[in-house]
């Protein structure tokens, strides 16, 4: 993905940002059922996430925004997040620049 493309994708109000909205609108659906039959789901978006959008701007902020639109959009209060990154040799410096925060996710 070019990087225009990438910024247009984290940037609200884009049509990047609508697509992916609306993709996160199609799994809630799923989603909501399983929380409305009291289960709690594992949730690991955005799998092996050190794959070079490293930063603020990056995955780490791709996973966020995935996070507060499920939690305070569609109310998904029975998701535990969960979130990993491929095992490189750049290991111990992936684990602090694509991390999304303790606030969004467990380890």
């Avoid at 990087?3 to 989603?31: C, N």
């Avoid at 594992?42 to 499920?70: A, V």
Wanted: glycine share 6%.
């Amino acid at each position: 993905m070019r990087d225009e493309d990438w910024y247009d994708l984290i940037t609200e109000g884009t049509a990047l940002y609508d697509r992916w909205v609306a993709m996160m609108d199609d799994i809630s659906q799923y989603l909501q059922y399983l929380k409305d039959e009291g289960v709690e789901v594992l949730f690991r978006p955005l799998h092996e996430m050190n794959q070079g959008r490293p930063g603020p701007s990056g995955t780490r902020r791709l996973y966020q925004i995935t996070h507060d639109y499920l939690l305070h959009n569609k109310n998904l209060t029975n998701l535990i997040w969960t979130w990993n990154i491929q095992d490189f040799a750049t290991l111990p410096s992936d684990a602090v620049e694509y991390d999304p925060g303790n606030e969004v996710s467990t380890y």
